[in-house]
RNA sequence: GCGCCCGUAGCUCAGCGGAUUAGAGUAUUGGCCUCCGAAGCCAAGGGUCGUGGGUUCGAAUCCCGCCGGGCGCGCCA
């Protein structure tokens, strides 16, 4: 049977084309809050009120004599009622909410799965870090969103890059190679002659105690320290259940010319200016409070001049679609680059790339905020939170919260094992499904065939139709690069699960309805596994 | 000072292209273990949606002012 709601969005589109001939009108289905208004509800009656200056209540009333037809053939339901200010409700028919069920058994892993992109090229750059110290909580809410919103992407048919971009030449690998040589001649932070602003965490002995090179041979220790560092990322990285398609190097944009070209275009498009030694971008003429500089009095360009060029090559590259995940800390860039890259002239759209900016992350442990780690000096690193609560904790709460509002990580939270940690909760409820199943002993292929009228009961109804929110759930979640939403919905499927679990025996003698109940268990399974591999979460069968 | 973001239950947060009585979790209180995992479930209480205006038949949602908090405002990245 085909999804209810859609069948339902059918008849009040037909609908309208007679109520109001000639009138746009987009058709909302929503769920209504309150059981007493029925399954499925849609405002459209309220929506053409307007242009068709009537009554709301009067148009509701055509809509159903009008559509009264369609209503009986579809089988969804018995009549749309008209309720309140002129709502048009519905209430389904027991088949109609569990044939969900059917649909996610035979879809299994795809279940949820949209053609929204139709195979088309998106990138997605996330966590970014430079190679100067081990990566820090900031750089974990990166790559657990990042990661999340590919995986939608994917999962809406995109073909997806990840993409990890890295400045392995600027002003802080200097730093840095100064930092391992002090160390290595002993130095220690503070001391005289420990270079100012140098790194003081402890990394930067192991990485002086490792290298082999000369002291004094600058380069080669900066090599040295550069590898060691992007090795050190890569661990974590792993460990964190993140794999990147392509890294790509500052400096590469330097020796293929990239930063150059991009300087003489805005020179030859007449959008940059000498001044005081300088030379500026006229970033105000696409809404910037002030010009940039591009090349320094002293030659050297500044950094947004590489980040423009890299952007290029993103457009070059076939990705019309690109998200940037950062921190909100860096939101002056977006209107930065997309200046650039308009007065560049080069027809890419005004609001290229996208950017998802998310804020701080706070670490409390014992009601006290952490701030400093041994290992990095002065802040705590992904490796310090995957330590103490594991990786799927770590990636479903950074992920729990939209993007743009600040994060406080309980660390102590994390470690419960108990209903108040959603992590566990939702991955309980995967774990509870599969005890059933081991219990049971039967073969799990056999479901398709269970007779699905029979299942009956509130909850059960319930949870069926909360499993069919699923695909548009996600839909939506890919849409608005927003997969907290994704994490809200894992709690309530998990909490209505448990509930069902614990007011219904699923292994009861009469095989029919023991057959419906595990055919519903089963789906339940599919879509907390689904979701939660969206989110880089395991969905353990045993916990 | 300017720009962006945030302000919803004691706490942590959803909802915000307007729409039927504002949601979840947690905390609090009271129930539920001969029976598929009590790492669970059920019930109750708890909110002038920061504040003052405006638009609208209708605003937590859209617009403006104010208050409070975060971030940014470099020829740093």
Redesign the pocket.
């Known amino acids: 049977m085909a999804d209810p709601k859609e069948v339902f969005r059918r008849i009040l589109e037909d609908g309208a084309r007679s109520v109001a001939p000639g009138v746009a009108v987009q058709v909302h289905i929503e769920r209504?809050?309150?059981p007493?208004?029925g399954d499925l509800?849609s405002?459209v009656a309220?929506?053409l009120?307007?242009s068709l200056r009537g009554n709301p209540r009067d148009i509701a009333s055509r809509f159903v004599a009008t559509t009264q037809a369609a209503v009986a053939a579809s089988g969804i339901t018995d009549a749309i009622t008209i309720?309140?200010?002129g709502?048009l409700?519905i209430r389904l028919k027991a088949a109609a909410k569990a044939s969900v069920v059917s649909r996610v058994l035979s879809e299994g892993c795809d279940f949820g799965r949209g053609n929204a992109g139709n195979g088309a090229k998106v990138q997605v750059e996330f966590v970014s870090a430079?190679p100067t110290g081990p990566l820090h909580v900031g750089h974990g809410r990166q790559g657990a969103l990042g990661d999340a919103i590919a995986a939608l992407l994917e999962f809406q048919g995109y073909a997806v890059t990840r993409e990890f971009y890295y400045?392995d030449a600027?002003?802080?690998i200097d730093k840095l190679a100064w930092s391992v040589q002090a160390r290595a001649r002993g130095l220690k932070p503070g001391d005289s002659g420990w270079p100012e602003e140098g790194y003081a965490g402890e990394y930067i002995e192991d990485i002086a105690k490792a290298c082999q090179e000369s002291v004094d041979d600058g380069a080669a220790v900066r090599r040295f320290a550069v590898e060691y560092l992007r090795r050190e990322q890569d661990a974590d990285l792993q460990a964190f259940g993140v794999k990147f398609d392509v890294y790509y190097l500052e400096s590469s944009l330097y020796t293929d010319g990239r930063v150059d070209t991009v300087v003489r275009t805005w020179g030859d498009k007449g959008k940059t200016y000498e001044?005081?030694?300088?030379l500026w971008l006229r970033t105000t003429d696409y809404g910037d409070?002030k010009d940039r500089?591009v090349r320094?009095?002293?030659g050297a360009f500044?950094?947004f001049v590489p980040d423009v060029a890299y952007h290029v090559t993103k457009w070059e590259r076939g990705f019309r679609k690109v998200v940037n995940v950062q921190g909100?800390?860096?939101?002056?860039?977006v209107l930065r680059v997309r200046a650039g890259l308009q007065a560049l002239g080069l027809g890419i759209p005004e609001g290229y790339p996208d950017y998802v900016l998310h804020?701080?992350v706070k670490v409390m442990r014992g009601g006290a905020e952490v701030k400093i780690s041994k290992r990095a000096g002065s802040y705590v690193t992904v490796r310090d939170l995957i330590d103490w609560v594991g990786r799927d904790a770590v990636r479903f709460f950074l992920v729990s919260?939209?993007a743009?509002?600040?994060?406080?990580f309980d660390v102590d939270l994390a470690l419960q094992?108990?209903?108040?940690n959603?992590v566990?909760?939702v991955q309980?409820a995967h774990?509870?499904v599969c005890?059933?199943f081991a219990?049971w002993g039967g073969e799990a292929q056999r479901l398709g065939s269970a007779d699905l009228s029979r299942l009956s009961g509130d909850k059960e109804l319930a949870l069926a139709q909360r499993l069919g929110e699923f695909p548009e759930l996600v839909a939506e979640a890919a849409r608005e690069f927003?997969p907290?939403?994704v994490a809200?919905y894992l709690?309530?499927l998990a909490?209505q699960f448990?509930?069902y679990?614990?007011?219904?025996?699923?292994?009861v003698d009469d095989e029919a309805l023991r057959m419906a109940r595990l055919a519903l268990c089963q789906a339940v399974r599919h879509t907390l596994a689904n979701g939660l591999s969206l989110l880089g979460v395991s969905a353990p069968e045993?916990?």
Do not use: C, W
């Open positions: 209504p809050k309150n007493e208004h509800s405002n309220l929506q009120a307007k309720a309140g200010a709502f409700n430079n400045n600027g002003a802080q001044k005081d030694g300088a409070d500089v320094k009095s002293d500044t950094y909100t800390d860096h939101h002056s860039t804020s701080l919260r939209k743009d509002s600040d994060f406080v094992k108990t209903d108040e959603p566990y909760y309980y774990a509870r005890s059933v219990q927003a907290h939403a809200f709690r309530e909490a448990h509930s679990y614990n007011a219904e025996r699923i292994l045993k916990m």
